[in-house]
C-alpha cells in the first residue's frame, strides 16, 4: 500500500515538481535546465500583460468568493432547518452542481447569457445608452455560482456538526434568532465559512475553462497562460504556474486547517 500510494502521488506530483524546477533554468528552453536563475520570475512579474491578467483574475476570484460565500451560507441555514424529500431535493441539486463538467456549465452559461443580452438590450440601450456585454460581471456571476456549492457543503457540514442543544438553551433565555445567530452560531460556523471562502477563491482563480467562454474581452491570467502556450512554452510560464500552484496550495492548506475540529468548537 505504502508503495502504491508513492507511485500515485508520484504520477500526480512529479510532473509539477519539473515544472517548477525548469523555471529556475538560465536559459530559454523550457524543458531542460540550463544552469540556476530567478531571472524568469523577475520577468514575469515585470511582464505588463501579466499584471494586468493577474490584476483582472484577483479582482474576479474576490468578487465572486464574496458573492458565494454569502449565498452559500445563507443557503445553508436554509438547508439544514428543512426536512423530507424538500432537503433530499435540493442536496442532489447542490451534488450535481458540484459534478457538472466546467465546460457544460461555460457553454450554458454562455448561451443564457446571450439570450438574455439579445432580449434585454434593446430596451437597456434606449434608457441608458449602454449594452450589457460579457466582461467581469459575467466572469464573477459565474465564479459564484459555481462556487457556491462548494461553501453550501462546507458550512451545512459545520452545522450538522455540533450541539443544536446550544441553540435551543439560547432561545431559551430570551435571545433574539440574530442574537442567537451571532453568538452561538456563528462563532462555530465562522472556520467554515472562511474556507468556503479560500476554497471559492481559489477555484475561481484557477480557472480556465469556464472563464474562456465568458470573459468577453477579459483575459484572466489562465487565459493569458494559454494563450502564451500556444506560442510555445518558455520558463517565464514555468514561472508563473509555479507561483499560481504555490499560492492555491497555500490557501487550499489554510483552509483544510480551518477546516479542522479544533477550530470549529465554540468558546461559550
Not at 442536496?91 to 457544460?104: N, R, S, Y
Not at 471562502?197 to 497562460?225: K, N, W
Amino acid at each position: 500500500m505504502r508503495l502504491y500510494a508513492v507511485a500515485v502521488y508520484g504520477f500526480l506530483y512529479l510532473p509539477i515538481s519539473i515544472i517548477a524546477l525548469f523555471s529556475f533554468s538560465a536559459g530559454r528552453n523550457a524543458s531542460s535546465m540550463q544552469g540556476f536563475s530567478t531571472e524568469w520570475y523577475a520577468r514575469a512579474l515585470n511582464n505588463p500583460f501579466v499584471m494586468e491578467a493577474l490584476w483582472t483574475s484577483l479582482k474576479v476570484a474576490f468578487f465572486s468568493a464574496i458573492l458565494a460565500t454569502l449565498a452559500g451560507t445563507m443557503a445553508a441555514l436554509a438547508l439544514t432547518g428543512m426536512k423530507g424529500r424538500l432537503r433530499a431535493i435540493f442536496d442532489v441539486l447542490v451534488q450535481i452542481a458540484v459534478m457538472i463538467p466546467g465546460i457544460v456549465i461555460g457553454i450554458a452559461t454562455l448561451i443564457a447569457l446571450v439570450t438574455l443580452f439579445d432580449l434585454v438590450n434593446p430596451w437597456i440601450e434606449s434608457l441608458t445608452g449602454w449594452r450589457l456585454s460579457l466582461g467581469l460581471g459575467s466572469l464573477i456571476g459565474l465564479h459564484g455560482m459555481f462556487t457556491m456549492s462548494l461553501v453550501v457543503l462546507l458550512v451545512r457540514g459545520r452545522l450538522e456538526s455540533f450541539d443544536r442543544a446550544q441553540i435551543e438553551a439560547s432561545n431559551d433565555l430570551g435571545a433574539s434568532p440574530l442574537g442567537t445567530f451571532m453568538q452561538v452560531t456563528f462563532p462555530q460556523i465562522a472556520p467554515a465559512i472562511l474556507a468556503g471562502f479560500l476554497l471559492a477563491f481559489t477555484f475561481s482563480f484557477d480557472d480556465f475553462i469556464m472563464a474562456f467562454f465568458v470573459a468577453g474581452s477579459e483575459t484572466t491570467l489562465p487565459i493569458y497562460i494559454f494563450s502564451s502556450i500556444r506560442r510555445g512554452v518558455t520558463p517565464e510560464i514555468n514561472a508563473i504556474g509555479t507561483m499560481v500552484m504555490v499560492a492555491s496550495l497555500t490557501l487550499l492548506i489554510v483552509a483544510q486547517i480551518l477546516l479542522r475540529p479544533g477550530h470549529s468548537r465554540g468558546k461559550g
